[in-house]
């Protein structure tokens, strides 16, 4: 069975309510990645889930730990979380870049995939911060300097651009339901972009080493994923056969094999 870490698609929410005189503040927890984990689980795919807040602690540094899983998912996590752990940021004790062991883990045959929302890729006031990370040399993608979000209000549809391409098998004869925003990439030389949107990329693959890379510039929950886009038939399929593609360039305990990008 394909098994996948997750990490990221978690928040805090605090409010302050003001009624008159008193003001009282409450918060609150929330997850977005309720719809891709069922997702996963309807195409047989095991998910491990790290929130942000657990990641920053438990996300794994070192390579072993890594190679447990056939694809690593990054969705609306910053830089900073995972190179800036506790130990590090509190303590001023040195530790292991995580995002390097990332790098090793895909050169060495592993997967990435990394999904849009407002602290990915660059991300909102580029506080996401990738482009300035070893992991701007694994992405398919180049990154823009400041902030790479591209609002899309009034929606836009997803095109897709390869029908022949195995990650969109059976999704090319319909009208792909709008999305709300994404993030301005450019695909990097023999990059392929099977999915585009307002003639830009919205799903870019690649290679790097010996394994396998994605990005995906949009969200795979709201804000930028409205109702319609999360409840079509679509959805499941998109993402399971987009963690088949990537978990193809090898299995967790074989991760010395090249692929080619096809």
């Known amino acids: 069975m394909t098994k996948i ?4 698609e978690s928040w805090s929410v605090t409010s302050h ?14 997850e977005g990645a309720g719809s891709f984990i069922d997702a996963m689980k309807s195409n047989g795919i095991e998910v491990d889930f790290l929130p942000n807040h657990v990641a920053a602690q438990s996300f794994p540094s070192n390579l072993d730990a890594l190679q447990e899983y056939d694809v690593c998912v990054l969705s609306d996590i910053g ?8 130990a590090v940021f509190e303590q001023s004790r040195p530790q292991t870049d995580r995002l390097e062991v990332i790098r090793q883990y895909v050169d060495d045959g592993g997967a990435l995939l990394m999904v ?14 990738y482009r300035n990370t070893v992991l701007a040399e694994v992405l398919p993608v180049e990154m823009e300097i400041g902030d790479d979000r591209e609002e899309k209000p009034a929606g836009v549809h997803p095109v897709v651009a390869n029908p022949l391409h195995p990650i969109v098998r059976n999704l090319s004869d319909t009208t792909w339901p709008a999305i ?3 993030h301005r990439l450019t695909p990097k030389e023999q990059a392929q972009t099977p999915i585009t949107v307002d003639g830009g990329p919205l799903l870019t693959l690649g290679t790097y080493g ?9 969200d795979m929950a709201p804000h930028w994923l409205p109702p319609a886009f999360m409840q079509w038939g679509g959805y499941d399929v998109l993402f399971g056969q987009l963690i088949a593609w990537l978990a193809a360039s090898s299995t967790s ?3 010395h094999t090249n692929v080619s990008g096809a």
């Open 253 to 255: 305990t074989d991760r």
């Open 180 to 182: 709300l925003g994404y």
């Open 116 to 129: 849009g929302g407002y602290l990915s890729f660059q991300g909102i006031q580029a506080m996401a911060n």
């Open 79 to 86: 830089a900073n979380t995972l190179q800036l752990p506790p």
């Open 17 to 30: 309510h003001t009624k008159g005189f008193d003001t009282f503040v409450t918060t609150a927890y929330e």
């Open 5 to 8: 870490l997750l990490a990221g």
């Open 210 to 218: 010996a394994g396998r890379t994605a990005a995906f510039a949009t």
